[in-house]
């Protein structure tokens, strides 16, 4: 219920084993600044230690759902792609969608105490 922007750009959550690589594709919503830490403690897929990307923008890519197809018995499940389908793909015509996918390009990896630091206001 709060701007997800920081003045450090948009923070995303991920599971402490989340590997390291120059693009990331999340279903998980950017997270406010004033939930950060609560995120990070309640979550149990966080386990406490998040890695946190911090994103200079995280566009739509696309979705994750089912593909269904229509035969002779009616309505029936076509496909359940095991990643995310891209916005444009030919199957979004008869896709049902569950949730939405950013991909996050221009990010930069920091640990829980370094964002807790950077956001805090500087003491003079």
Same mark, same amino acid.
């Given at each position: 219920? +709060?701007?997800?922007?920081? /003045?450090?750009?948009?923070?995303?959550?991920?599971?402490?084993?989340?590997?390291? +690589?120059? !693009?990331?594709?999340?279903?998980?919503? /950017?997270?406010?600044?004033?939930?950060?830490?609560?995120?990070?403690?309640?979550?149990?897929?966080?386990?406490?230690? /998040?890695?946190?990307?911090?994103?200079? !923008?995280?566009?739509?890519?696309?979705?994750?759902?089912?593909?269904?197809?229509?035969?002779?018995?009616?309505?029936?499940?076509?496909?359940?792609?095991?990643?995310?389908?891209?916005?444009?793909?030919?199957?979004?015509?008869?896709?049902?969608? !569950?949730?939405?996918? +950013?991909?996050?390009?221009?990010?930069?990896?920091?640990?829980?105490?370094?964002?807790?630091?950077?956001? !805090? /206001?500087?003491?003079?």
């Amino acid at each position: 219920m +709060r701007p997800a922007r920081t /003045p450090l750009g948009f923070v995303f959550l991920a599971g402490p084993d989340a590997p390291e +690589r120059s !693009s990331v594709l999340t279903a998980q919503p /950017p997270v406010c600044r004033k939930h950060i830490a609560s995120a990070a403690r309640l979550c149990p897929h966080l386990d406490g230690r /998040p890695v946190v990307y911090l994103a200079q !923008s995280a566009p739509l890519y696309g979705v994750h759902g089912i593909v269904y197809g229509y035969g002779r018995d009616g309505i029936h499940v076509a496909a359940r792609p095991d990643g995310p389908l891209p916005y444009g793909h030919a199957n979004t015509r008869t896709f049902l969608a !569950s949730q939405l996918v +950013r991909r996050l390009t221009s990010f930069r990896t920091v640990d829980l105490e370094e964002l807790t630091r950077e956001l !805090s /206001p500087s003491v003079a």
